[in-house]
């Protein structure tokens, strides 16, 4: 199993037609999903240049049943990000990996992406996340805009905004326990902040989706 990061350099040399599958996950798709352990795994695969598969069989499976499901979604739906997120729980529990060294660990954005999906709770404060970088939040933001043409504030509201809609869905705790845990100090501050990113309060977003 071969990983190709985006806009990653690479170059095939085939001598013949070969068998097999290309999974290609779009950005958007992972930004709409909620699911915080897919991400994970994501981004634990994202160092990885090269699997080797010990169970090939039930990973060939679930490449099959993707594929089919894809027809029915368009590559969307609970369906295939459950199927999805066995293909790569799958992958990281049986395959050996061979780490891409071409990853520069120097590298802001790749770290800073690293922080906010490993971080238990998320801060809303750019600061705190440039001071754990040991860099400074206007460079973190350069770094950002750079590498993905946002700045860093907007990143950490992206993750922020995701992680408040799993936790609405997902969760029975209300929106103020919801405010606290994402370092809002009221409630009031977060409904604005979450209506400004979603359109919608925090309240109506939860009851629009059950």
């Not at 085939?14 to 950005?27: A, M, Q, R, S």
């Not at 970088?133 to 933001?141: A, D, E, K």
Request: glycine fraction near 2%; charge should be neutral.
């Amino acid at each position: 199993v071969f990983l190709v990061r985006r806009e990653q350099v690479h170059f095939w040399e085939i001598d013949k037609e070969p068998t097999g599958f290309v999974l290609i996950i779009k950005k958007s798709f992972i930004e709409e999903s909620l699911d915080k352990e897919m991400k994970q795994m994501l981004s634990v695969l994202s160092e990885f240049s090269c699997l080797f598969p010990k169970e090939s069989n039930t990973i060939d499976q679930l490449f099959h049943l993707l594929s089919q499901e894809n027809k029915y979604t368009g590559n969307s739906g609970t369906v295939v990000e459950g199927l999805l997120k066995a293909l790569l729980g799958k992958l990281l529990q049986t395959a050996e990996p061979v780490k891409d060294n071409s990853i520069k660990k120097e590298n802001l954005f790749y770290e800073f992406r690293e922080l906010l999906v490993q971080e238990k709770k998320l801060i809303n404060n750019v600061a705190h996340y440039a001071k754990l970088l040991h860099t400074t939040p206007q460079n973190l933001n350069a770094v950002c805009r750079k590498e993905n043409k946002l700045s860093a504030s907007e990143t950490l509201s992206e993750y922020i905004i995701n992680e408040a809609k799993r936790l609405l869905l997902y969760t029975d705790l209300n929106v103020s326990e919801i405010s606290y845990s994402l370092d809002f100090k009221d409630n009031s501050h977060f409904s604005k902040y979450f209506k400004r990113f979603t359109g919608e309060t925090p309240n109506t977003f939860r009851n629009s989706n059950k």
